[in-house]
Every structure is written in structure tokens, then in C-alpha cells.
């Protein structure tokens, strides 16, 4: 590792297609060392396209250029920098009561979002994909609502009512078709289709206590969404329809039992009708720390499903799913950041797990996706950010240390 450099821990995701998406790379992005407190760092999927801001400078945000080492653009803003959101069409930066869409080809500013309700968090998301360019914020500071609005067109689309309390986490899929959300309460997660903001699937998280929920995220596939919290459980929810078609074909006791409870419902109070309805966690991962900010994802590893929890100390997790039967989660790698470091200083060339044996979701595992040949319009890695430059999609050069498909993982050691 060069001296002129510092690298950070990264978790975010990874667009190999127009329309297919890999999500939750993790990655490892060197940073200028100009910039030693840095407190944001966002990359363009797994382009060399990065966006700092520091604590010396809150209100300055950085795009670099990482792999040649030189600064593409800065800009200022009136406040604080609370969050960065970019796909290959625009870059959103958000203050506490203003956000700005920047055209990531030319990085100019095209639309200017004054007196936003007051979100000290930086809270917001930007879908992935371009195509469904959507971007959602609170719309209120005092109660769970969402405003969702086309970064494409710049023009706002609905508003939807998603929960009582102010919000704390929002995603969207792979796609840019639906989107979770969480309160402050951290109790209840829901998921609304985009851009309609219908409710679609209601989870429960807990009942005992309120949580502060730190990340949500879909899988590629929308089948599963994970979501971490300030507690020592990660809980994955499985988003499936239930049809009364299935329950007449398997006509079990808990069938007869759920039926009971639906008829049931019609005559109690909203809230508790509400909390029957919802849908509990279909797995589980039981960390061995609390208190602490995470950061999870779910992604395709060796064409198995994993679930990924970077922790605030500095360790990243990785758990097998079953995809199947669900439950508690297994912990088959855990990694620090020293670790990968030190890897990188004794054998940059060798990025690869230890070969990992086949298990039940060897037989449920889904085919690699090969790179799209699709042209973009967007941010170019040989130019950086030259105007109106259209290049293939596979020409986004893959970072040094990026969970982009089978082929590429951390430089890690053993399990410790």
C-alpha cells in the first residue's frame, strides 16, 4: 500500500448492467491522504470515481479520480455535507435543509431542492438504476412521510404516508421499482412500489423495544431484504405474496389457524389488526457486539448467497443464508480492516476466499451475469468527467478489491 494513500472500508452497490445489478460490493477505496478525516466516501459502483468529504471541510465535496490520483472537481456548498448519493446519471448531495442534483457527465447543477424538511441525519436514497432515477427524502420531519422524486426529469412524483414516526432508513431495489423503509421506532418495515407508492409487503422487526435501524438492503433478485440496527440482531425478511391458492393446496393446521386470526382481525382495533398481519423475520444473524452502528447487504458469493455486516469496529462479516429454510444464519468468514491491509502489502495479486465447500445453496444457485455491452452516457473512466462521452458498460474498470462476482473477493485471512 502507497504512502500517499489511505483506504476505507466501503459497502454499497455494484451496477454491472442497464438492467442487471449485482448488489452490496465491498470494497476497499484509497483516498488521497490530503484527505485524513474523512467522514463520506461514496464510489460509482466499481468505477474509479470517488466522492470525499472531510471533516476539515464539511462543506466541500471532493471527486477523485483514485487510480490516476487527480481531482475531476470540487464544490462548495452554503452548509454542512450530510450525505452523497450518485448513479451513472446524477449525483445528489444532501444538507440538513437543502438538496443539490448534480448531471454526474459534467457535474453540473441542475436542480437546487430550498427548504426541504429540517433532515440532520442526511437522509436519503437514489436508485441504482438509471432508467428509474428516483429519489426519495422525508417529507416530513415530524411524521413518516416519504416524498419520491424523478432525478431524470426533476420534477416530484408522490408522496407516500409510510409510517408514524419521522423516517430513519430508506433503500431501494436493484431495479429502482420498490423501496423499504423504517422509523425511528425501528419496529415495523414496509415496502412500497415505485413510483405509485402502493404498500406492498409489512415486516416486523421487534416488539420489546425500539431500535435505531442503521441500514436496510435488498438482494439482486428483491426475493429478500436484510436490515441491521444498533442491536446484536440482523433480521432478513422474505418478500413473497401469499395466495389463497398455496393455502388450499397445503391445508395445514397453521393454515387453518392463520385463516382463524384473518377473520379474527376484522374485529379489533386497527393497530392490533395491523400486527397480525405483518410477517416475521425469515432469518436471523445473532452478532456478538451491541451498541454499534452496522452496515449489512446481502450478495452472491461463489454463486452462494451471503450476508455482509461491516461493523463501526472496524470487522466485516460474512454469514451463509439459507435461502430455502431460512433461520439462524452461520458465520463463515469474518475479516478486519489491519487483516486486509496487511494482505494487500504482501500479495496485492492474490484476492481470492479459500475455496469454500458445496452446501444446499450450491442447488439453488443462480448463473453469473456476463458484462453488458450496452453504451451509457456518463462518467468515463479514461476521461473522467468529460461531457456527453458515451462508453461501453464493461469498460467501468473494476476496483482493486471489489466483491463483483465469483472471481473477485477481499485479500483475507482465516477466520478469527
Known sequence: ????????????????????????????????????????????????????????????????????????????????????????????VCLEESIYIHNIKDMKLLKTLLNTPTNPSGLCALSVNHSNSYLVYPGSATIGEITVYDANNLSTVTLIQAHDSPLAALTFNASGTKLASASEKGTVIRVFSIPEGQKLFEFRRGMKRYVSISSLSFSADTQFLCASSNTETVHIFKLEQHSPSQDEESPTWSTYVGKMFTAASTYLPTQVSDMMHQDRAFATVRLNMFGLKNICALAMIQKLPRLLVASSNGYLYIYNVDPQDGGECVLVQKHSEDQVEQKEEEDPEDVSLPPTSQSYAATVALPSTPPSSTTLMGYSEDGGAQKGEVIPEHEFAEGPVCLDDENEFPPVGNQS
Do not use: W
Open 1 to 92: 500500500m502507497q504512502e500517499s494513500t489511505q483506504y476505507y472500508l466501503c459497502c454499497g452497490p455494484d451496477h454491472t448492467g442497464q438492467t442487471e445489478v449485482k448488489v452490496s460490493a465491498v470494497c476497499l477505496v484509497p483516498v488521497p491522504v490530503e484527505c485524513p478525516d474523512v467522514y463520506i466516501v461514496e464510489r460509482l459502483f466499481s468505477s474509479s470515481l470517488v466522492v470525499v468529504v472531510s471533516l476539515s471541510m464539511p462543506r466541500r465535496m471532493n471527486v477523485y479520480h483514485f487510480k490516476k490520483g487527480t481531482e475531476i472537481c470540487n464544490y462548495s456548498y452554503s452548509n454542512n455535507i450530510l450525505s452523497v448519493r450518485l448513479n451513472r446519471q446524477r449525483l445528489v
